[in-house]
C-alpha cells in the first residue's frame, strides 16, 4: 500500500474520481469522526456536491474552508496528502444513463449507488432517499451486495426487470445533477 492509500485509511478520508456528463472531477469521501463514523461527502453550504478539476483542486478547497465534515481530521488529511494525483476510487456517475449493463459494470453501478445513497442520506434529500426505498432498487442493490460484498453467491444473479431498474436509475442521475456544483 502506498503512503497516500495509508493516510487515507487511517483518517478515513479518500480521494474520489467522479465521472459525470463525461468529465472527470474530484471530490472527498469518509467517515466524519465527529458524527458517529457517518459516511460524507464534501458539500457546499447550500448542500450541493462538490466537484473539482483536479485533485490539486480539492486540496486547494479543503485548505480554505471551515464548514465541510470532520473538518480538523479533512484538514489533516489534506496537508498529509499534498501532491496527491491518483484517486482512491473512481465513481461513474454516467453509468446510471446506460440503456444496459455488461456483467463487467455491475460493480462500478453497486459502488456508484453506494456513493450517492451516502450523499442522499448526509443531506436527507427526500427525493433521492425516495427512490432508494423502490422495491427494485432496494432489490437490485441487495443482489449486488450479495456478489460482490457478501459473496453469498459465485454467480451474479440479478433478480429484478432491467427495463424498470434503468428508469429508477435515471432519476436518480436527473436528482443528482440538481445538486452539483463544480468549484472553479
Sequence with gaps: MNNTNYISEKSSKFLLEIIFATQHYYTVSGADLTDNYVDKLLVDTDGSLLLCATPSDVLSLISKESSFFDNETLQEWSRQVTGIKTAYAVIDLDILLKDAFDPESYESVYYTLGVVKDYALQLNDEKL?????????????????????????????????????????????ERLKQCIHIYQ
Design 129 to 173: 432517499l425516495a427512490i432508494f426505498e423502490r422495491d427494485i432498487l432496494k432489490q437490485f442493490i441487495d443482489d449486488l451486495a450479495d456478489y460482490f460484498t457478501w459473496s453469498e453467491n459465485d454467480l451474479l444473479k440479478i433478480s429484478v426487470e432491467i427495463n424498470i431498474l434503468l428508469l429508477s436509475l435515471k432519476e436518480i442521475y
